[in-house]
């Protein structure tokens, strides 16, 4: 017998990323599975490659995990985190865990890359039954990391987001095209996205198949 208390569908972490950054980018990869590549994917897909590859080692009081399984039953999230460091705290004869998220590019205006980190954190809390005050995003131009606080305010905003994205994934619409340059000219799905072009209620998988019938 499924638990009603737990979500249906289960969420990507990945798709959290995508949502923050655009509600129909989200749509296209997570509703209509349309996925593209082009030179920033492919960056992040290489900076991704070293994490991407399960691997566990110790370092000077560091257990670092790659490609760790995530989950969280009662959020109905689920992923892979490309690194989990745990740390060693001497005091309590215990671990700490603290993820690290990869990413290309430069840390960004919007919390995107924050959202995605706090759900990791949320599923090592929901694992690991300890709570998780920060984690770390790693940027591939800076090649350093950037400390994230995992307090109240990205807490909310990240389940607020994990609500947004299983409603948009029930109810199976892709949001109307918008252009917008700043954030459409470096998106891997302008091509099959078309914000220029496509009407605001024309999904993308719609005008490929008004294509193949003209």
């Not at 980018?25 to 997570?30: E, F, G, M, R, S």
């Not at 290489?46 to 370092?59: C, F, I, M, N, T």
């Not at 609500?163 to 459409?184: F, I, K, M, N, S």
Request: hydrophobic share 40%; with cysteine; charged share 25%.
């Amino acid at each position: 017998m499924t638990n009603s208390s737990q979500p249906d569908e289960t969420i990507a972490l990945s798709a959290l990323q995508h949502y923050l950054f655009c509600a129909r980018q989200c749509a296209l990869i997570h509703v209509e599975q349309i996925w593209s590549e082009n030179i920033f994917t492919a960056e992040g897909r290489v900076l991704h490659e070293q994490a991407d590859k399960p691997l566990a080692e110790s370092r000077r009081g560091v257990r670092t995990v790659t490609a760790m399984p995530l989950s969280n039953a009662e959020l109905g999230i689920a992923g892979v985190a490309d690194v989990v460091e745990f740390h060693r705290l001497e005091a309590e004869r215990a671990e700490r865990a603290y993820p690290v998220e990869y990413k290309r590019g430069k840390p960004k205006a919007h919390r995107a890359d924050e959202v995605q980190l706090c759900a990791q954190a949320l599923c090592l809390e929901s694992m690991l039954k300890q709570s998780i005050g920060e984690g770390a995003l790693f940027y591939g131009k800076t090649r350093r990391r950037r400390v994230v606080a995992i307090d109240a305010e990205l807490r909310a905003l990240t389940i607020g987001t994990i609500g947004a994205v299983r409603a948009l994934v029930r109810d199976g619409r892709t949001p109307p095209a918008r252009y917008e340059p700043h954030r459409c000219d470096s998106c891997s799905l302008i091509d099959d996205c078309r914000p220029q072009m496509l009407g605001r209620h024309l999904s993308a998988k719609a005008w490929f198949e008004a294509q193949l019938e003209d």
